[in-house]
Structures are given as C-alpha cells and as structure tokens.
C-alpha cells in the first residue's frame, strides 16, 4: 500500500509570496491533518481535513489556509510569506474511524526556505 | 491544553546499552498516545499506539509502557541503526470531533558503535 505523498519535497520562495504544498492521503484515508515543524517549537498542529470540510484548527494566522478535495488529496497555502514560515510542512493521513483512536501516518514532508 | 515533555532532549548510548525515554503529558482526556521515530530529512514514522494505563507494547528492541501520566520508551541493546529523533504524542478529547495530536520536541538519541 502506497504511504502518504507530498509534492514538492523542496521550495524556495522570497518574502511575500505564496505558496501551496499538496498531500495524496494514503488509500482509503479520509482526513488529513497539517503540521509545521521548526528546530525551536517543533511539531504544531495547523488544521484537519475531513470530506472536504476544516473539521479543527490550530493557532496559526489566517495566511494559512487550505482544502481538501473529494478524492480526499490537500492542499495546503501559505499567503504573504515570512521568514519564521521557514519549516518543514508535514502532513498525515488517517481513517478517523468515529469513537475510536486514530493513528496518524505521515508524508515525508515539504522543505520550505523563505528568503 | 494538551502538554507533552519529553526528556532528556538528548541521549548517547553505546551500542548494546540499554536505556529509557520519558514521556510525561497532562490532556483533557486520553484518547491514545502514540510514538514515533523520526531519522534527519523524513516525515515521522509510526511506532506504537498506547490506550490505558498498564498497556505495553513492543517491536524488536523498543517496549513502550503508559502510566496515567507518562509513558516510557524502553530500548534493549541499541544499534547503531536505532539513531534517530523518538516523538511522543497524545490525542485528547480536546473539542467535538478534534482528532489533533500535540507532539513533545522529542528525544534525539545517538548509538556509538
């Protein structure tokens, strides 16, 4: 079975500008999540997707945003970029089976650099 | 608010010197807490799943155990091959239908042939 995939692995952009990322869940997941990780704050939280609706978000402003579409793939944006927006973007697939615990599996992430 | 402390930040092992991970967490709540290994450049990779206090599990070298405020990851006889950054994670009941995970800044451990 095919893990969770993320395109671009790299990306390099100037202050700014904006930016998206995609995810492809692994099959048969529903809901993705997106994390930030930095080498200070390390993993945080962004937002969840599931059918296609935002069903949780974590403290980030609204430059960041995203969607998800019926075939479950995400994307993710970033608008106005800043420096601290430097990171590795990672996101995770899972059934989100209702009433039960829900295992997370992670893409290999995306490498942003703001210049 | 979901908190997670790992400890320590780092560790250096011999290879075949065993040794324990700290997890300690306050949640609203316990969903599950989980366990992952993260190597330099790569998305982190599921471990284990924990539910209730008392449960253990275990994979080759690592057992994992949960208390109702901590978990252990328990290593035996590390390899060089066991290197990586270990995260631990809860998933509370932290809001109607929330499923997020609050992750601790992780445990980069190093095995010393």
């Known amino acids: 079975k095919a893990g969770v995939t993320q395109t671009p692995r790299y990306l390099i952009k100037t202050r700014g500008q904006q930016v998206t990322l995609s995810c492809s869940p692994i099959?048969?997941?529903?809901?993705v999540s997106w994390y930030q990780q930095t080498p200070g704050q390390g993993l945080q939280f962004l937002f969840e997707?599931?059918?296609?609706?935002?069903?949780n978000k974590g403290n980030f402003p609204g430059r960041f945003s995203g969607r998800q579409f019926s075939n479950s793939r995400s994307e993710m944006n970033v608008s106005t970029l800043e420096l601290g927006d430097s990171a590795l973007y990672l996101c995770?697939?899972?059934?989100?089976?209702?009433?039960?615990?829900?295992?997370?599996?992670f893409g290999p992430g995306t490498r942003l650099t703001v210049l | 608010e979901d908190q997670v402390t790992q400890s320590p930040e780092a560790l250096r092992l011999q290879e075949g010197e065993s040794s324990s991970l700290n997890c300690s967490y306050t949640?609203?709540?316990?969903?599950?807490l989980f366990w992952y290994r993260q190597d330099p450049g790569k998305g982190p990779e599921f471990l284990f799943t924990?539910?209730?206090a008392g449960e253990e599990k275990e994979k080759e070298r690592l057992k994992a155990t949960l208390t109702k405020k901590e978990s252990f990851l328990h290593i035996t006889a590390p390899k060089p091959e066991d290197s990586a950054t270990y995260l631990c994670?809860?998933?509370?009941?932290?809001?109607?239908?929330?499923?997020?995970?609050?992750f601790g800044k992780g445990t980069k451990l190093s095995v010393i042939p």
């Open positions: 995770a697939s899972s059934t989100r089976t209702s009433g039960s615990t829900d295992t997370q599996y």
């Open positions: 099959s048969g997941h529903r809901s």
């Open positions: 997707y599931f059918s296609e609706t935002q069903r």
């Open positions: 949640v609203s709540g316990l969903r599950g």
């Open positions: 924990l539910y209730s």
């Open positions: 994670a809860v998933q509370g009941y932290s809001g109607a239908g929330s499923y997020q995970l609050t």
